[in-house]
Nanobody, 128 residues
């Protein structure tokens, strides 16, 4: 079991930045690939970014590429999502999730079903 807790969300203006954190406990965090997803009201949960267990490979949705950066600190059992130049369309609940190693390299990192563990989410609201 891996327990994940997100933090760092809030209300910001367009163009601002936020850094989300995902604190992991339970089994060794470094054994898992990690992803960030988001869900806006009335919409399905969508992929944002993914990082492999070592932190050596990252992938992004086209809508956030160049603005968001995913990273992790395995020594601190924490993952991060740095979000710059936020836009109103980034407004959503953001979730971190953990998947078995190899998920990122398999190419299936964008599918919610590949992730076994999820946090409770943190709200990000971007005003125009």
């Amino acid at each position: 079991q891996v327990q994940l807790v997100e933090s760092g969300g809030g209300l910001v203006q367009a163009g601002d930045s936020l850094r989300l954190s995902c604190a992991a406990s339970g089994r060794t965090f470094s054994r898992y690939d990690m992803g960030w997803f988001r869900q806006a009201p009335g919409k399905e949960r969508e992929f944002v970014a993914a990082i492999d267990w070592s932190g050596g490979s990252t992938y992004y949705a086209s809508s956030v590429k160049g603005r968001f950066t995913i990273s992790r600190d395995n020594a601190e059992n924490t993952g991060y999502l740095q979000m710059n130049n936020l836009k109103p369309e980034d407004t959503a609940v953001y979730y971190c999730a953990a998947a078995t190693p190899g998920t990122v390299f398999s190419g299936n990192y964008a599918y919610t079903g590949m992730y076994s563990y999820w946090g409770q989410g943190t709200q990000v609201t971007v005003s125009s």
